[in-house]
């Protein structure tokens, strides 16, 4: 019998993360893309300021030109802003766009 509910309930689960990647923006991001924008959220959740070198960290199992590359696709569909440092022009910082706060706001309105 508890095998069963078990099952029932990781049906549930997976029909529940199927809907959520259908929702944009997720339908629009590869499974890369997807990890690092929550790897992103996550990490401006605990600092401030997040870097394009400290992107490059969040996906240390992947090249930085990969990790570049995903960033950019991320900026490309709008849900990452790359800017200049004021400070110094060197460093590049990464920020949420609207949409993207949008979409984690959304996901998470009933959890906090």
């Known amino acids: 019998m508890a095998r069963q509910s078990r099952s029932i309930t990781n049906i549930k689960l997976v029909n529940l993360l199927v809907f959520l990647?259908?929702?944009?923006?997720l339908s629009s991001l590869t499974g890369d893309e997807e990890r690092l924008l929550f790897a992103i959220y996550g990490a401006l959740q605990n600092h401030s300021e997040l870097s394009v070198s400290d992107v490059y960290e969040l996906v240390a199992?992947?090249?930085?030109?990969?990790?570049?590359?995903?960033l950019m696709s991320l900026q490309k569909k709008g849900l990452v802003h790359i800017g200049m440092d004021d400070f110094d022009k060197r460093?590049?910082?990464i920020a949420l766009t609207k949409a993207a706060d949008n979409f984690f706001a959304w996901l998470y309105r009933d959890w906090e």
């Not at 990647?21 to 923006?25: A, H, K, Y």
């Open 91 to 93: 460093r590049r910082r």
């Open 21 to 25: 990647r259908g929702l944009p923006p």
């Open 61 to 70: 199992d992947k090249s930085a030109a990969s990790a570049y590359r995903r």
